[in-house]
């Protein structure tokens, strides 16, 4: 979790800030505690889940500067040094614009992993850096700190930048990082040369470049023997922690993957990555590495609702520490959510369902009005009348679990016939209104430290300055909107892959469309008690809607329900189960609860979307409406 202002889903990026910055508001959770393991690792996550912050947070000089409460612990449990390189846009960009895009693959590939191997040997030296304290005015605890005595330095970089073919520098860490990145500018100029040049000649001319088939790990290997036997301290673990590591070149990727399996007992790897790829070498390959027994996958998003509530929980807690409300709880700011039923624990439970009750009032206006939750009642042999003089097992079973579909159907239903339009036709603070509450506004940030700082630290700014508690649902419901419509907003600006077969269909469209089937399937039909709210990528889905569902849940609209926890990474949406982010929820009116799971096809419309030898046939079932 960092600090940041400005749009929720493009500003508070922890990709800007140092380390010093990012453990000032930093929150540990079991993700963390994983991590924290002298273990390979593969975090997975969507943008804004806070993979960034994590890597970060393994650097010594966050390490020596985190405040949060139990910092201690964590700091103690850590034996190794972490190594941060961050793979941004930029960097991959440059990276495919070597040469102008005229070289032979074979030649681009070497001098993007040179690109690569240069990135990577500057972040050991801002490790030794790191290491030694450098720069870092804010250290409350020493994690093995190294101090050189006077000369070591000199020796240790001289040495190093032998074997790294630098040369005419001042020997310290500062020259040495400096020529690191003189060395990525000399390497766009070798390729823009050869680019000219052509082929004739150019393996010799490679060839007489020797930093050009540095090995990374190798290089770095020997970095640190230097650094840790002219230090005088024993040879310990140094966790390569890899950003963003789907932006870099699918070479760098399986570079980076195989070396998960190297025999060089030195490193931990700390990847992270998108939910979903393409690229099958990360699992399937003969080579690859294996879940489990060579590395632990982190999956930074939650299938189920509650398993985010202590994470939210915590990141609260520190919110209101920053803006001097320690006291403040969820619920005394927020109030109770819309769908919350009293708790099976709960000594008012009977209360809760007392004829005159606000539950009771629901059950009744719904029975009223809904002919086929009726039927339902009778079926169960249930007594609207008699609610709280139920067996209180009976009661947990049949009344407590619908609850919430029974709130969001009464919501929604104006009489015998629910209404013919979704929410998002005329989006409004209304429409939104049962979203509110702490526990609705929890699951609706998903777990995702973006936005849940963008959304809840606008709630807790507005208590603050109004100094009145809990927080009106109509001011809850204005924000809430408004994060959704960004959300809405952000997936809009994803690139469409062109179809020759048919229109492009971009993510709105396709999740609209499935979540009108949810909603429609929780309001409009016949009352079920586990209406649908999760579905499965079928053999029937055509393949070009794979590219855009993998685009949604790289971004965060569709959350992965695993069937297995231990296949994490996703290289094939077929046959796996998906829900949408409950982000979504306030604009499309479906219910913030898992469901259950419903074929793909089946919401598409099944004959239209077999694909034909030609190719999937256009599907007109899915509204391309963008303003809608």
Same mark, same amino acid.
């Given at each position: ?51 960034? /912050? ?123 990082r400096q020529a690191m990145t003189r060395r990525l500018l000399e390497i766009r100029e070798v390729a823009s040369r050869e680019a000219v040049l052509g082929s004739v000649g150019q393996q010799e001319r490679l060839a007489d470049i020797p930093y050009l088939h540095l090995h990374f790990l190798q290089a770095a290997a020997y970095a640190i023997e230097v650094f840790e036997d002219e230090a005088g301290i024993s040879a310990g673990k140094w966790a390569y922690s890899f950003d963003e590591l789907e932006l870099a070149p699918e070479?760098?990727?399986?570079e980076l993957v195989s070396s998960i399996r190297s025999t060089d007992e030195r490193f931990l790897f700390k990847l992270a990555l998108n939910p979903f790829t393409s690229n099958s070498y990360l699992l399937q390959a003969p080579s690859s590495p294996a879940p489990g027994q060579d590395f632990d996958q982190i999956s930074l998003w939650y299938a189920e609702r509650r398993s985010a509530r202590a994470f939210c929980e915590g990141l609260w807690t520190e919110l209101a520490n920053q803006k001097g409300v320690k006291d403040w ?101 209304? /429409? ?50 408004? /994060? ?86 996703? /290289?094939? %949406? ?5 829900? %949408? ?48």
């Open positions: 979790m960092n600090r940041s202002g400005g749009s929720i889903f493009e500003s508070i990026n922890a990709r800007t800030l140092t380390p010093l910055q990012v453990s000032e508001t930093f929150v540990p959770s079991a993700h963390f505690a994983d991590l924290c393991r002298r273990r390979h690792s593969i975090v997975l996550g969507p943008r804004g889940s806070g993979k960034t /912050t994590l890597l970060k947070m393994l650097q010594p000089s966050a390490l020596e500067s985190w405040k949060h409460v139990d910092a201690g612990n964590y700091v103690n449990s850590i034996d190794f040094t972490g190594i941060f390189v961050a793979t941004d846009i930029s960097w991959s960009k440059q990276l495919s614009l070597l040469g102008r895009g005229v070289l032979e693959p074979s030649i681009a590939q070497l001098l993007s992993l040179a690109c690569f191997t240069t990135h990577a040997l500057k972040a050991v030296v801002t490790a030794f850096q790191q290491r030694m304290g450098i720069g870092n005015s804010q250290s409350i605890r020493d994690i093995g700190r190294v101090k050189l005595v006077p000369g070591t330095e000199s020796l240790i970089d001289s040495e190093v930048a032998k074997t790294w073919h630098v040369v005419g520098i001042t020997p310290s860490f500062f020259s040495l070479s760098i990727q399986q709880t969820p619920r005394a700011v927020l109030g109770g959510s819309y769908f919350e039923a009293p708790s099976e624990e709960s000594e008012d439970e009977r209360a809760a369902y007392a004829p005159g009750s606000r539950w009771a009032k629901r059950f009744k206006a719904l029975a009223a009005k809904d002919q086929t939750f009726r039927a339902h009642l009778a079926q169960r042999g249930i007594d609207l009348a008699r609610l709280h003089l139920m067996d209180h097992e009976v009661r947990a079973a049949e009344i407590r679990k619908i609850a919430p579909i029974v709130a969001l159907r009464d919501f929604y239903r104006k009489g015998d016939e629910p209404d013919d339009e979704p929410p998002n036709s005329a989006r409004s603070r209304k /429409t939104v209104r049962p979203y509110v509450g702490a526990d609705s506004i929890f699951a609706l940030s998903e777990g995702n430290p973006r936005i849940f700082i963008g959304l809840v630290g606008v709630l807790l700014d507005i208590a603050i300055r109004k100094g009145v508690l809990p927080i009106s649902p109509s001011v809850q419901a204005d924000q809430i909107l408004e /994060t959704a419509e960004k959300f809405s907003a952000m997936l809009r600006t994803i690139p469409v892959e062109p179809s020759r077969s048919r229109p492009s269909i971009g993510v709105i469209p396709l999740l609209r469309t499935i979540a009108r089937y949810f909603h429609a399937d929780a309001i409009k039909g016949d009352f079920k008690a586990e209406p649908c709210g999760s579905f499965g990528v079928d053999a029937r889905t055509a393949d070009d809607l794979l590219v855009v569902l993998g685009q949604a849940l790289n971004a965060g609209a569709i959350i992965y329900v695993p069937d297995d926890e231990g296949q994490i990474i996703v /290289t094939s %949406l077929r046959g796996k189960r998906f829900r %949408l982010s409950y982000l979504l929820a306030p604009l499309y009116g479906f219910p913030i609860r898992l469901g259950r799971k419903v074929a793909l096809s089946s919401i598409l419309g099944t004959s239209q979307v077999v694909p034909t030898d030609a190719g999937p046939v256009q599907m007109e079932f899915i509204e391309r409406d963008e303003n809608a």
